[in-house]
T-cell receptor, first 119, second 113 residues
Framework: GAGVSQSPSNKVTEKGKDVELRCDPI?????LYWYRQSLGQGLEFLIY????????KSGLPSDRFSAERTGGSVSTLTIQRTQQEDSAVYLC?????????????????FGAGTRLSVL | AQTVTQSQPEMSVQEAETVTLSCTYD???????LFWYKQPPSRQMILVIR??????QNATENRFSVNFQKAAKSFSLKISDSQLGDTAMYFC??????????FGKGTSLLVTP
């Protein structure tokens, strides 16, 4: 597609349930990123995928959070046993590449996010 | 660690006027990119303008321009001829040798008729 696509747009869930958020990056982009946007914390980096390399999970806030990227394209962010503090907008971005010299190929393009509400 | 500071939580400007949004950052790196992203109520984070640190010339994109002061670590955004559609949150962001964007807290801009 032309841009980064995220689904669902909005998700309401009950505390303790698991949720899956999906991101479809721009075709040809090898790097994919997840960020969380919450009122108290602003925009936080969660996880980064570059091609077939092991992902950088250093930003994941707890072991309830996990993510995978299948076939180097679509990514799924999973939150297990959701808590109210998980309520936020989850943004996905992609770029042509993620590492190497600073260049236009590192520029990140974002999807419209998934708003997660945990009741 | 890099930090990005936006000291203006909210700003307001009348249509057709000019407004400047401030951003300062802290880094020990010499080459990096700075960005302004716009986030309207639709939540879509839209890239407005970018500046590469080694380029001395300030970037411009139509009505949007930046004042990049590398020594002062300052990166302000000027919006000329403001339009109602410019109403949005504006985020200043930094990326250096790493890959994760470091964002400021954002400035909420309201353009009034």
């Amino acid at each position: 597609g032309a841009g980064v696509s995220q689904s669902p747009s909005n998700k309401v869930t009950e505390k303790g349930k698991d949720v899956e958020l999906r991101c479809d990056p721009i075709s040809g982009h090898t790097a994919l990123y997840w960020y969380r946007q919450s009122l108290g914390q602003g925009l936080e980096f969660l996880i980064y995928f570059q091609g077939n390399s092991a992902p950088d999970k250093s930003g994941l806030p707890s072991d309830r959070f996990s993510a995978e990227r299948t076939g180097g394209s679509v990514s799924t962010l999973t939150i297990q046993r959701t808590q109210q503090e998980d309520s936020a907008v989850y943004l996905c971005a992609s770029s042509q590449r993620g590492t190497g010299a600073v260049s236009v190929k590192n520029i990140q393009y974002f999807g419209a996010g998934t708003r997660l509400s945990v009741l | 660690a890099q930090t990005v500071t936006q000291s203006q939580p909210e700003m307001s400007v009348q249509e057709a006027e000019t407004v400047t949004l401030s951003c300062t950052y802290d880094t020990s790196e010499n080459n990096y990119y700075l960005f302004w992203y716009k986030q309207p109520p639709s939540r879509q984070m839209i890239l407005v303008i970018r500046q590469e640190a080694y380029k001395q010339q300030n970037a411009t994109e139509n009505r949007f321009s930046v004042n990049f002061q590398k020594a002062a670590k300052s990166f302000s955004l000027k919006i000329s001829d403001s339009q109602l559609g410019d109403t949005a949150m504006y985020f200043c962001a930094f990326v250096g040798s790493g890959y994760a964007l470091n964002f400021g807290k954002g400035t909420s801009l309201l353009v009034t008729p």
